[in-house]
C-alpha cells in the first residue's frame, strides 16, 4: 500500500518537475533571444542599446552561476532516482540545494553593503526562483531517505525544506511516550534562510508538511505526524487531508483537543508572531473552531455582529499593510492558489458542506485577485469606501451563510501576507 503511494506521488512530482524544467528551458531561450536581438544591431546608436538593456535588465551573475549548478544536480538527481539510487539521488539533491542557499546568502550578506547593480545581487525573481528550487532540492531529498528507511533524516530535511524555525512539539509534554518528545526538535533552532520564508511556494510549504507527516508516522510519532498532516491539509495538500483523515478514522474519531492546539499549530506556520491565547479563544468563539473536527454549529451564531468587527479590524490592517510589495505578492499568492478542491477541502476540515458550486465561487473570487488589484487598494482615495463596501458585502455572507471555512481563508490570507 505505501509502495503504491509512493509510486503515484513520484508520477506526480515528476510532471511538475517537467513542467518547472519546461519553463526554465522557455526562460534560457528567451533571455538568450533577447540577448541576440540586442547584439544582432551594430548600426544602432549607444542610447538606443543604453535603453534597451535598461528595459530588459541581465540576470545577475550570481543568479546564473547558481541557477545552472543547482539545476544541473537536481536533473542528476532525478536520473539517479529512477534507476533506483536513492543513495547517489540524495547526494545529488543536496548539492543542489547547498549550491541555492549559498547563493542566497551571498545575496543577504551583500545586500546592504553593495548597489543593486553588484553581480552579488539579484531581482526578486531571482530570489523566488532559487528559494524554489532549495525547497524543491529538499523535498526530493526526504523523498529519497524515505525510501531508503532513513525516517529521521527525511524528517529533518522536510522540516528544513519549509524554511522555519525549529521548535518543540506544542503536543510534547512530561507524560509523552519518548518516541513523540521534542518531535518537532532539529539540530538548529533557527533556519540560515529564515529571511526567506515568506517566498516559500504555498505547495512547497504544505507539500514539506506531508512529507514530515509520513516520517513521523514511520517513525511512530503519531502526535507529530497528524499535526503535520492537518498543516498540508489546511494548506491545500490533497494527500496531506487524505493522510489525516486515515489518522483520524485510526484514532476512532475527531479529538476534544483539536480546536485550539490545531489550529493555533495552523496560525503558527503561516507566519503567527503575535497571537495570544485570548485572540485565539475569540476567534474560536467567533467561528466555532473550538470543535473543529465535530462542530455542528458552523459560523458560530447567526449574528455577525461580532464577526463585523473583527471583520473591519482585519480589513483596516489589510489595506494598512498592502503599501508593503512583498506582501502584495504573498497575498496574490496565495489567493490564486485557491481552487476549488483547495476551498472544497477546508470546507471539509471544518465540517462544512459546501457545494461544488459555492466553491468554485470561492475560488473564482479568490484568482480575481491580483497584485495590480491589490496595489490599487493602496491608494489613500476611497480607501474607506472599500473597507466598508467589503464589509457590508461580506457580512451579508456571514449572516447568510454559517461557514467557518471561510474565516479559516480569511485568517491564512492574512497570516500569509503577515497582516497581522
Known amino acids: ?30 533571455n538568450k533571444n533577447k540577448e541576440e536581438l540586442v547584439n544582432s544591431d551594430p548600426s544602432s546608436s549607444s542610447t538606443s542599446s543604453s535603453s534597451s538593456s535598461s528595459s530588459v535588465p541581465s540576470p545577475s551573475p550570481l543568479f546564473i552561476t547558481a541557477m545552472s549548478t543547482a539545476t544541473s544536480h537536481r536533473s542528476s538527481g532525478k ?29 543577504s550578506s551583500t545586500q546592504t553593503t553593495l548597489t543593486n547593480s553588484s553581480p552579488q545581487t539579484m531581482s526578486l ?76 511556494p504555498v505547495k512547497s510549504l504544505a507539500r514539506s508538511h506531508f512529507r514530515a507527516a509520513r516520517a513521523s508516522q514511520l517513525l511512530g510519532q503519531t502526535e507529530s505526524s497528524k499535526e503535520d498532516a492537518r498543516i498540508a491539509a489546511f494548506l491545500g495538500d490533497d494527500k496531506g487531508a487524505a493522510l489525516y483523515g486515515r489518522i483520524i478514522r485510526d484514532e476512532g474519531g475527531m479529538d476534544n483537543e483539536m480546536g485550539q492546539t490545531g489550529f493555533r499549530g495552523i496560525v503558527e506556520e503561516i507566519g503567527n508572531q503575535d497571537f495570544g491565547t485570548d485572540d485565539l479563544g475569540g476567534l474560536s468563539a467567533l467561528t466555532g473552531l473550538g470543535g473543529l473536527g465535530g462542530m455542528k454549529g458552523i459560523g458560530g451564531g447567526n449574528s455577525p455582529d461580532g464577526s463585523i468587527d473583527l471583520l473591519k479590524s482585519f480589513l483596516t490592517n489589510a489595506l494598512s499593510s498592502l503599501s508593503n510589495p512583498s506582501t502584495r505578492t504573498s497575498i496574490a499568492s496565495f489567493c490564486q492558489s485557491a481552487s ?52 457590508k458585502r461580506v457580512g451579508r455572507m456571514v449572516k447568510n451563510v454559517k461557514w467557518a471555512a471561510v474565516w479559516i481563508l480569511l485568517w491564512m490570507f492574512a497570516r500569509r501576507g503577515g497582516i497581522f
Not at 500500500?1 to 509510486?7: D, G, L, R
Not at 529512477?82 to 547526494?91: R, S
Not at 479568490?366 to 487598494?377: Q, W
Open 125 to 200: 525573481d531571482e530570489v523566488k526562483a532559487l528559494v524554489g528550487e532549495y525547497t524543491t532540492a529538499k523535498l526530493h531529498g526526504s523523498l529519497c531517505a524515505l525510501k531508503l528507511g532513513e525516517y529521521k533524516e527525511a524528517l529533518e530535511l522536510a522540516r528544513e525544506a519549509s524554511i522555519k524555525e525549529s521548535e518543540p512539539s506544542s503536543s510534547s509534554s512530561s507524560s509523552d511516550s519518548d518516541s513523540d518528545v521534542n518531535e518537532y526538535t532539529t539540530s538548529s533552532s533557527t533556519h540560515p534562510l529564515s529571511e526567506y520564508v515568506n517566498l516559500v
Open 79 to 107: 536520473l539517479l532516482h529512477d534507476t533506483n539510487d536513492y543513495t547517489e539521488a540524495a547526494k545529488e539533491f543536496n548539492l543542489a540545494a547547498e549550491t541555492a542557499q549559498k547563493a542566497l546568502l551571498i545575496h
Open 340 to 391: 476549488p478542491g483547495t476551498v472544497l477541502g477546508l470546507a471539509a476540515m471544518a465540517g462544512a458542506d459546501v457545494g461544488k458550486d459555492r466553491a468554485d465561487s470561492i475560488s473564482r473570487i479568490a484568482k480575481s485577485i491580483t497584485e495590480d488589484r491589490l496595489e490599487k487598494a493602496v491608494i489613500w482615495t476611497g480607501r474607506i469606501r472599500k473597507v466598508f463596501k467589503v464589509i
Open 1 to 30: 500500500m505505501v509502495e503504491k503511494e509512493e509510486q503515484k506521488e513520484e508520477k506526480e512530482e515528476k510532471e511538475v518537475e517537467e513542467k518547472e524544467d519546461n519553463r526554465n528551458k522557455e526562460e534560457k531561450e528567451s
